[in-house]
T-cell receptor, first 110, second 113 residues
Framework: EDQVTQSPEALRLQEGESSSLNCSYT??????LFWYRQDPGKGPEFLFT???AGEEKEKERLKATLTKKESFLHITAPKPEDSATYLC???????????FGKGTKLTVNP | ETGVTQTPRHLVMGMTNKKSLKCEQH?????MYWYKQSAKKPLELMFV???????ENNSVPSRFSPECPNSSHLFLHLHTLQPEDSALYLC????????????FGAGTRLSVL
């Protein structure tokens, strides 16, 4: 059973069309939730870490939020350069692992 | 530039070859990781090293052999691979284990013929 589920699998937006990506998790004792961005042919690039429900973090057009069951990555007025695969990962207490979701591939058309 | 460098970037090998992947981090971190990334699958953790000691082997077949001579360098030795081992192999480092932010290299794209 997947511990981290991301939806949608793929998302196409027009430039300026705001939307949200979802990451739901089933681990207990969450120690941290991480968002990464991955461009084709590159490794994941760290974006945010969230540690507790209600926490929010922002960076340019991106805003990450966290509840007890899921996280959202809100993209406001996206630009074509925001096109990438966005990965979510959780760290469960008592483990050294980050458990990753399959990612959401975002395409922003001009 | 993330401070984590992987070489080579691309590798094609036959099933009987022996090759090695190299990872070097310039971040002063104590923990290093190998991940496998295949299409349509989540990143799969393979190995974790903390202060040069292997702390996790995620049921990886013995045809993959890691080596960590110091906290800055990590190798993945490959031998007798199968076509299904073709994937992007990513190295990451973090300050230490336990949920710290992991910084990734660009990966080695491996094709096994």
């Amino acid at each position: 059973e997947d511990q981290v589920t991301q939806s949608p699998e793929a998302l196409r937006l027009q430039e300026g069309e705001s939307s949200s990506l979802n990451c739901s998790y089933t681990v207990s004792g969450l120690r941290g939730l991480f968002w990464y961005r991955q461009d084709p042919g590159k490794g994941p690039e760290f974006l945010f870490t969230l540690y507790s429900a209600g926490e929010e973090k922002e960076k340019e057009r991106l805003k990450a939020t966290l509840t007890k069951k899921e996280s959202f990555l809100h993209i406001t007025a996206p630009k074509p350069e925001d096109s990438a695969t966005y990965l979510c990962a959780v760290h469960q207490g008592g483990s050294e692992k980050l458990v990753f979701g399959k990612g959401t591939k975002l395409t922003v058309n001009p | 530039e993330t401070g984590v460098t992987q070489t080579p970037r691309h590798l094609v090998m036959g099933m009987t070859n022996k090759k090695s992947l190299k990872c070097e981090q310039h971040l002063g971190h104590n923990a290093m990781y190998w991940y496998k990334q295949s299409a349509k699958k989540p990143l799969e953790l393979m190995f974790v090293y903390n202060f040069k000691e292997q702390t996790e082997n995620n049921s990886v077949p013995s045809r993959f052999s890691p080596e960590c001579p110091n906290s800055s360098h990590l190798f993945l030795h490959l031998h007798t691979l199968q076509p299904e081992d073709s994937a992007l192999y990513l190295c990451a480092s973090s300050q230490d284990t336990g949920g710290n932010i992991q910084y990734f290299g660009a990966g080695t794209r491996l094709s096994v013929l």
